[in-house]
């Protein structure tokens, strides 16, 4: 049974930081592609980032890059989120996804992966 329960989420001023936590229950963890993704109240689910298997990462040019990190620890099964100078556009709910098999031109699709989590709220003030 594959449980994906992403921490972390909560209330914070804008420009202030998180970081949400993603430790996948699964087995060979360190064979899954992991993908963060979001999702705002009444818009669609939308990329984040993502971290490969062997550590390559990608992150959405216009929300992620410059401002989030995303990063692996393979000996302790957990995923992180790292996000830096938060707006209140970044409100969302935020969603860990697990994937064999995902290839590069797939991590930004949320169907690409085969198990995801009940996700975190994230909420920026201004």
């Known amino acids: 049974h594959v449980q994906l329960v992403e921490s972390g989420g909560g209330l914070v001023q804008a420009g202030g930081p998180l970081r949400l936590h993603c430790p996948p229950s699964v087995r060979n963890f360190s064979s899954y592609t992991i993908g963060w993704f979001r999702q705002a109240r009444g818009k669609q689910r939308k990329f984040v980032a993502a971290i490969t298997w062997s550590g390559a990462n990608t992150y959405d040019p216009d929300s992620a890059k410059s401002r989030f990190t995303i990063s692996r620890d393979n000996a302790k099964n957990t995923v992180d989120l790292e996000m830096n100078d938060l707006k209140p556009e970044d409100t969302a709910v935020y969603y860990c996804?697990?994937?064999?098999?995902?290839?590069?031109?797939?991590?930004?699709?949320?169907?690409?992966?085969?198990?995801w989590g009940q996700g975190t709220q994230v909420t920026v003030s201004s």
């Open positions: 996804e697990a994937g064999l098999l995902v290839i590069w031109r797939a991590l930004l699709r949320p169907n690409s992966y085969n198990y």
